[in-house]
């Protein structure tokens, strides 16, 4: 009996969770090509296939649906005892900080079980824009940090992909006028930079009609109708949906995040960036 590698049931978990070769690609980090190579030995080692081709893209075999529970629950335990050999004496502080987009998603998950196999160990978190961690963490103040990347830096230690969408509200725009209404953050934010960008590329006329500071003014205005905003589909929930095709939006780049670790960091420290930086881009992930 051949064994399951672990890192080919994340690469299948990241096709099922971005609904395509080219989203898992971009969840893992790895090429087109390499995701469709592991897919091959992944069905190899199965015997049976687990996709199959409909349109233009691919959708999961009966044998494939079968695995997906499978894969998620082999992952967990795959996990959890790296995490109780690693924190069985452990104790200290880690301070890690994160924009809100893995605040709601994701992180929650991968902190219980961290929790759970470090007990000693206090947590300190802190919710804020990626300029106020990078800050932070370059002072000292934080062990770790979840921000938005700007270009590469010497203490990363993991670099998660994901496709920025436009997003509105599920009842819809307020009103449709020529100028596209926007809600961005205040400068200086990457998502605002690149739906700035975009339009301006194609020459799409647009207004910002919503301003923020806080994603939670953002989340308000956009529930509202006001506007549509741009971000990552971790954003989409309590409300907030895909903008429809119909309103004609331009195209828009991959979001890069890093996770980036003190580099005199303690232990416990180490253990949760290693956590995050294997587990983080398919914890709390949208279907």
């Not at 995701?35 to 296939?49: A, F, S, Y």
């Not at 809600?183 to 700035?196: Q, T």
Request: a neutral charge; one cysteine or more.
């Amino acid at each position: 009996m051949q064994m399951l590698d672990p890192d080919l049931l994340k690469t299948f978990l990241a096709f099922v969770d971005g609904g395509s070769l080219a989203q898992a690609a971009s969840i893992v980090g790895r090429s087109a090509s390499a995701v469709t190579t592991q897919m091959q030995r992944l069905e190899d080692i199965v015997g049976e296939p687990l996709l199959v081709p409909q349109g233009r893209g691919r959708v999961l075999t009966p044998a494939g649906e079968d695995l997906v529970g499978h894969a998620r629950r082999i992952l967990a335990v795959h996990r959890e005892a790296w995490l109780a050999l690693k924190g069985v004496r452990a104790d200290g502080r880690v301070a890690i900080g994160t924009t809100q987009d893995f605040a709601d998603s994701g992180l929650p998950d991968l902190l219980r079980a961290f929790a759970v196999s470090h007990p000693r160990v206090r947590i300190e978190l802190r919710v804020g824009r990626s300029a106020e961690l990078a800050q932070a963490l370059q002072s000292g103040t934080l062990d770790l940090a979840i921000a938005m990347r700007q270009a590469p830096a010497p203490d990363e230690v993991g670099v998660l992909r994901e496709p920025m969408v436009w997003l509105c509200s599920q009842k819809g725009l307020v009103s449709r006028q020529d100028e596209l209404p926007l809600a961005l953050l205040d400068p200086h934010c990457g998502f605002r930079e690149a739906a700035i960008a975009a339009l301006d590329t194609t020459g799409r006329r647009y207004r910002i009609a919503a301003g923020s500071a806080s994603l939670a003014g953002l989340r308000t205005a956009v529930n509202a109708g006001i506007a549509l905003t741009l971000r990552t589909a971790r954003f989409a929930h309590s409300g907030i949906v895909e903008a429809p095709r119909d309103l004609g939006l331009p195209p828009v780049p991959i979001a890069e995040f890093a996770i980036r670790l003190r580099q005199d960091a303690e232990p416990p420290a180490q253990h949760l960036a290693a956590l995050f930086s294997g587990n983080l881009a398919l914890a709390g992930a949208p279907s």
